[in-house]
């Protein structure tokens, strides 16, 4: 395999780098990481594999003219030898070219779900959200149909070498023949070519529906339990439905266009051959050529047909894969979330940049957010290890957007949010979200034991973090408790107890910040009291919790309350607002 420093991939200057295209793309899968050997080679093995099936009959054609009309049975013994040759070579050849293009396609094909896959998790994320199911088709479908780039050109060329070697036979036996052959065949693939330019556009359409619809199929699937709760089943059998009827008509006009050109070149190929034989035979019975370049020429015909409705169908698989190549440009493409700076210099400072000092000799907060204007008004905070933090948004749209800036998932203005004394805008997000951890709302659990779910990258489980998760009274009674294996995002498992799980994996986070979005919405108010309390044990860290639950808020050291502008937030302790601040009533309760 490739090593992954061999492929191109999305740097942190993606937005200075050569744009991905087709072109590009299929470079990239025929010639990266020297697959061009592997591509020459297998080239060279299936070429010959054609020459020699194109040699069979005019060597079995010799044999009747040099050696069975002259009843001549040592000549016989020699061009059966020679025959036997060709057959070696027939076949050791095409095990060559198989092995080298079928490895050149495992490869390129690797690369090239490498890319999507680099490009989806790179860390200043894709500006525009693609469903799951799409980016899987993506990486596997369409990479896999441009990686089949090698077997196309190597078959192509094969098929050439096969026609021009048919083409030669022909013309060392009838240069009428030969002729009719080498100007029969760039005529049929122009013709053909001129019949595919409806096929490439609804190939192109064909493949996009699908995928929208797989893509659809799959977040159905994956999200069943909550739309069942939320009563939307027919809702979403509906769209789908609409999705998967669009891509069947897409489909089926795809494949009419396809039934109508594979009928147009077979019915070209087979006239012109049946012409050649027509013609031989003539030339036979007028004396013109012989019983055996009769027998070869009947033989030739019947080969090139392959090669040459192969050639026929060259530019239907082009196009197919130039629309698959088209797609993968386009998610490579897909601008940043967050930019990166003008400047090239980005701040990789250690982890222990938190003890630095202000000028007056008081630490630097881990976290502060400072006062915004627009999408990005939010009410100014710090946040210092030891201390626990509650930030009340009216809007759910603006807490989301709160959560995702600090986690480095959408921009953040510059001077907005400051990390350990450093403006946010000009670190490197690796450096981010070293220092912080901002999980969204809906986090998933993946497939996995339990452990493997809540403790990450530690193998062992931090007590601690279970005991404020209040994820040991369920994890207990399964079946093998933490070693039990969660499928299908564990919705064998209610809501509270994903919930219970996701806000465990969020606490064995090493980062010195943690922001927590609503992380009790799906428990009951006994079970939330023991996550509020739990709460109280992370003195080496910064939490952040934003939510409007009052049971969370009475633990926090400071609630900040966020209104229309900087201007009108509010600070104070729960109760402090409670008392003082209609707006956090009306949005908190009691």
């Known amino acids: 395999m490739p090593s992954s420093s061999a492929t191109p991939s999305c740097p942190q200057g993606r937005n200075k780098q050569a744009p991905w295209t087709v072109s590009r793309l299929f470079t990239v899968a025929l010639f990266a990481n020297g697959r061009w050997k592997l591509l020459l080679a297998g080239c060279a ?19 009747v003219d040099n050696a069975i009309q002259p ?92 026609v021009v070697t048919s083409a030669v036979t022909l013309l060392l036996i009838s240069v009428p023949l030969g002729l009719a052959v080498l100007i029969a065949t760039p005529v049929m693939l122009l013709v053909m070519r001129r019949l595919t330019k409806p096929l490439e556009d609804r190939s192109d359409v064909e493949q996009s529906t699908a995928a929208r619809a797989g893509a659809l199929a799959t977040d159905f699937i994956t999200g069943s339990r ?61 004396g013109s050529i012989t019983v055996g370049q009769l027998v070869a020429v009947v033989g030739v015909t019947q080969f090139v047909q392959g090669p040459m409705t192969a050639l026929g169908f060259l530019s239907v698989e082009l196009a ?29 400072a250690a982890a222990g940049s ?17 006062p915004g204007s627009g999408d990005a008004a939010f009410p100014p905070f ?43 805008a000009d670190l490197d997000p690796v450096h981010v979200r070293s220092r912080i951890f901002a999980d969204s709302h809906d986090g998933v659990l993946f497939r996995g034991s339990v452990r493997e779910n809540v403790a990450a990258t530690d193998a062992q489980l931090e007590e601690r973090a279970m ?30 107890q994903r919930q219970r799980l996701v806000l465990g994996r969020s606490l064995h986070q090493k980062q010195a910040v ?33 939510t409007t639950s009052p049971t969370l808020l009475a633990v926090c050291h400071r609630v900040v309350m966020g209104g229309s502008g900087a201007a009108a937030s509010e600070t104070g302790t729960h109760r402090e607002l409670l008392a003082t601040s209609a707006g956090y009533r009306e949005v908190v309760g009691s």
Do not use: C
Request: proline share 5%; no cysteine.
């Open 320 to 348: 197919r894969k130039r629309a698959s190549a088209a797609r993968i440009a386009v998610l490579l493409a897909e601008p940043d979330a967050v930019p990166a700076p003008e400047s090239e210099e980005r701040t990789t």
């Open 71 to 162: 009843n001549n049975f040592g000549a016989l013994l020699g061009w059966l030898g020679a025959l036997a040759v060709v057959f070696v070579v027939l076949a050791l050849s095409w095990r060559l070219g198989t092995l080298a293009t079928e490895r050149s396609f495992l490869l390129s094909s690797h690369d090239l779900r490498q890319l999507a896959v680099e490009r989806t998790l790179h860390p200043r994320g894709m500006a525009a959200r693609r469903a799951p199911g799409e980016i899987v088709a993506i990486a596997s479908s369409d990479a896999d149909r441009v990686a089949g780039l090698a077997w196309l050109i190597a078959g192509a060329l094969a098929a050439t070498a096969g």
């Open 354 to 370: 938190a003890a630095t000092l202000t000028s007056r000799g008081e630490p630097v907060p881990l976290l502060e957010l400072r």
């Open 382 to 424: 710090t946040a210092s290890a030891g201390e626990i933090v509650g930030v009340v948004l009216p809007s759910g749209t603006q807490a989301r957007l709160l959560v995702d800036t600090l986690g480095f998932r959408a921009p953040a203005p510059r001077g907005l949010v400051v990390i350990d004394g450093q403006d946010a």
């Open 467 to 496: 005991a404020a998760a209040a994820v040991g009274d369920f994890v207990s009674q399964l079946p093998e408790g933490t070693e039990t294996v969660l499928t299908g995002h564990g919705q064998s498992l209610s809501g509270g």
């Open 226 to 286: 909550p739309l069942k709760g939320l009563g939307a089943e027919n809702a979403a059998v509906t769209r789908y439905r609409t999705a998967s009827r669009t891509s069947l008509v897409a489909g089926l006009r795809a494949v009419r266009s396809r039934s109508a050109y594979n009928g147009a070149s077979t019915a070209l190929s087979a006239a012109f051959l049946a012409g050649i034989a027509f013609f031989a035979a003539w030339f036979a019975v007028q």
């Open 45 to 63: 093995g299936l070429g010959l594999h054609q020459v020699s099936e194109a040699l069979v009959p005019a060597t079995i054609g010799a044999a």
């Open 514 to 546: 943690l922001v927590l979005h609503d992380p009790t919405t799906a428990v009951d108010t006994a079970t939330e009291a023991v996550i509020a309390d739990g709460l109280r044990n992370f003195p080496d860290k910064a939490l952040v919790l934003v």
